[in-house]
């Protein structure tokens, strides 16, 4: 893997890296995105990176892409028809969903249920029964199912089939014989099962979860053949692998068996590319911030880990940008736990019905893009804002590759200023300060809503758009330090070769209870019988099995591989359980450390008996990380390129420019100023100081 490249998808730009992992040396390219063929773009990105710098495709020997179009297709109602196969007595449970309401529509009076994503007419009910243990209550009716299934297949034109039964992951052979009949009845049909797609118990998560796989299903493994057969054609011959929602790379091969792994593919990168920065410079606490030109994303990396969550709602509504939590359709997959919100660099300013100023959700996107982009878009933008208030430098966009019109966005600030009473400046300078507070939201939700100070964490800014407001939000928290990496414009990208192969594999089995957890923590070891032990070591035998295979497949040799273990832990009689890592097969240290947590969550600790529920295991193939750290330092104070009227304490003030190229590690500048690079600008406003490290991140902190 000496040369790998990295393809990231966003509503405004694509974006393509090329990384030699022996030397550390990168190049870069963004280039439009193309809504209408999202391949056209990638090519144009990779033959432009290709040809200007001289390498052979053949000698690429990675590719990892990370793509939006599995969310896409779910947020605009773009998969096809889909079937869905359950046990009889349990078709309805799509339709009455779990019958809640998320935090900011409790108070909605005119709240309408979200539309279930499969029609009532497609569902099927099969006369089968499997007990919670796996054992077999009422034998599968073979040909009831073949006849119920027949006349969907013939009346109605489904392009998939989801078969989630009752308690099947515990035993899954009456999905698999489900599946076989509807290879007979149709060999081309796309079929998702819940054991083959996430075996975790609790029926409607389960559900949808197969659902949603299957919802997207033939949409992208026919974009994932496309995309791997034009990089064959144009001399590529690694096969193409895909940002997984978990932060983990995964095969084209999986992505096929599960789609639904590919919901946050893009946004995991950048939680990803941060989690990498964090282990090159030693700091464990971070928020990784993540702004391109729809959205802007925040994600946690605390002490030097990633946080997962292991249920996800996806399709859900919004207020004011932000994705509500607990709306939408709930899947259980890991998924690197971040906070989403309709605010990005395209994001369209305007007055709502009560005369106030708002920006987003909806953006420009690429086409027709923002209003200085001259392509026909005519609407404010944060760009256009941005460019207005001297931020950007409209002859330096890109690195100087695309020309930015400063007219087009003076003409649509000021209409939108005219209709508040407001200069353009003005105008600019209020859609700045709106976008900023909507992105703070993000922040808001990883940290302080969970009960974590941001001042105890470094802000880590990437994304085209990033640097220009990283220093106000981080303001809005009291966050003193923030790292803004290198070519942050394509910090996903990046995250893609920064990232390891991974599998996850979960099964379902309660286990317990055993007795013996109190308050201190202690738990008695013959509480934790032999049984139990052998039981548990059992499950996670299978499932490493399994999944070491699947890794080794990738090329990986059994002795360089990693696994990992954790386990869902619940109090008996408790509805929920929350998950902890496992020492081999300690069971009773997994028990304290979830006493441990439950305290840290909750502020109690019973005495109660505890049950095991989820067993999980994550093989992992590591990669070379790439280091381009330096040993160049300068003692001499960077002179600017240029100076220009900028935007701050609320006027225009002349303000000296850096190239980033030119600050080497050493020298300190103090804001207010800005400093220009190909991919992005980063803006130092007055108070605060910046020097780059050894590893050329540009290094920003307060006072």
């Known amino acids: 893997m000496t040369k790998a490249m990295g393809i990231d998808i966003g509503g405004t730009f694509t974006d393509v890296v090329l990384i030699d992992r022996s030397s550390g040396d ?11 063929d999202p391949t056209t773009g990638v090519l144009a990105g990779m033959v432009e990176l290709l040809t200007s710098t001289g390498i052979d495709p053949a000698d690429v020997s990675q590719v990892v892409h990370a793509t939006t179009l599995a969310t896409n297709l779910i947020l605009e ?9 359950t046990t009889a007595g349990f078709g309805d449970i799509l339709i009455i969903g779990d019958e809640r ?18 029609a009532r007419r497609h569902i099927i009910e099969v006369q089968e029964r499997v007990g919670a243990g796996g054992s077999v209550v009422v034998p599968l009716d073979a040909e009831q199912a073949r006849s119920a299934l027949l006349d969907l297949l013939e009346r109605e034109p489904v392009t998939a089939v989801a078969v989630c039964l009752l308690h099947s992951y515990a035993n899954g052979d009456h999905e698999r014989q489900v599946a076989g009949i509807i290879a007979e009845l149709d060999p ?3 079929v998702a099962t819940s054991g083959e797609v996430w075996p975790e118990y609790r029926e409607l998560p389960r559900a949808c979860t197969t659902v949603i796989s299957a919802y997207v ?3 992208v493994t026919r974009y994932i053949a496309r995309l791997d057969t034009e990089l064959a054609r144009q001399g590529i011959g690694a096969g193409l692998q895909i940002m997984g929602s978990s932060g983990g790379i995964i095969s084209a091969a999986t992505v096929a068996r599960r789609p639904v792994q590919l919901v946050e593919s893009g946004p995991a990168a950048g939680v990803m590319a941060a989690a990498h920065i964090g282990r090159l410079t030693g700091i464990d606490n971070l928020i990784s911030f993540d702004m391109g030109g729809t959205t802007a994303k925040a994600g946690l990396v605390r002490d030097g880990r990633v946080a997962i969550a292991h249920e996800f709602y996806v399709g859900g509504t919004a207020s004011a940008g932000l994705k509500q939590i607990k709306t939408g359709y709930p899947i259980k997959i890991p998924v690197i736990d971040l906070a989403e919100v309709g605010a990005g660099g395209g994001s369209i300013a305007y007055r709502d019905s009560g005369g106030a100023l708002r920006v987003g959700p909806d953006s420009a996107g690429a086409e027709p893009g923002p209003a200085c982009y001259n392509r026909g878009g005519t609407l404010p933008t944060v760009t256009d804002a941005n460019l207005v208030l001297g931020y950007l430098n409209p002859d330096h966009f890109l690195g100087g590759r695309m020309t930015i019109r400063a007219d087009r966005a003076l ?20 859609v700045y300060e709106v976008v900023n507070a909507t992105m ?6 990883v940290t302080l809503e969970r009960g974590i100070d941001p001042r105890d964490f470094t802000l880590l800014a990437s994304g085209g758009a990033a640097g220009m407001h990283a220093a106000r939000l981080a303001e809005e928290f009291d966050i003193g330090e923030i790292v803004i990496p290198t070519n942050p414009g394509v910090g996903s990208a990046v995250g893609l070769l920064t990232s390891d192969v991974v599998t996850d594999h979960v099964r379902t089995r309660v286990i317990g209870p055993v007795a013996g957890v109190i308050s201190t923590g202690e738990i008695g070891t013959g509480e934790i019988s032999a049984e139990h032990i052998s039981a548990v070591e059992e499950i996670y035998a299978e499932l490493e099995a399994t999944a070491v295979a699947e890794i080794v497949s990738e090329g990986f040799a059994a002795g360089e591989i990693v696994l990992e273990r954790e386990i869902d832990v619940r109090y008996r009689h408790q509805a929920h359980e929350l998950t902890v890592p496992l020492d081999g097969c300690d069971l009773g240290r997994a028990a304290i450390a979830f006493g441990h947590l439950y305290q840290q969550l909750y502020g109690i600790r019973p005495a109660d008996p505890v049950e095991f529920v989820n067993y999980r295991v994550r093989v992992i193939g590591p990669v070379p990380k790439p280091d381009w750290s330096t040993s160049k330092v300068s003692s001499i104070p960077p002179e600017p390129h240029s100076h220009r009227p900028a935007w701050f304490g609320g006027g225009m003030v002349d303000t000296p420019v850096y190239r980033r190229d030119t600050l080497l590690p050493g020298p300190m500048i103090s804001g207010p100023a800005i400093v220009e690079e190909s991919s992005s600008t980063v803006i130092i406003p007055p108070g605060w100081t910046a020097s780059t490290d050894r590893w050329l991140n540009l290094v920003l902190r307060f006072g």
Do not use: C, W
């Open 411 to 430: 003409h649509a600030l000021a209409g939108l200023g005219e209709s508040m009473g407001l200069n353009p400046n003005e105008a600019a300078a209020g």
């Open 440 to 445: 703070a939201a993000t922040v808001r939700v």
């Open 77 to 85: 109602r773009k998969g096809g028809p889909v079937a869905y196969v």
């Open 217 to 219: 299903g033939p949409t």
């Open 101 to 118: 309401k998320g935090d900011r529509e409790k108070y909605d009076l005119f709240y309408t249920k979200q539309a279930p994503i499969v």
């Open 26 to 36: 990168m190049a870069t390219t963004k280039v439009l995105t193309t809504p209408d």
């Open 188 to 190: 081309d049909m796309y």
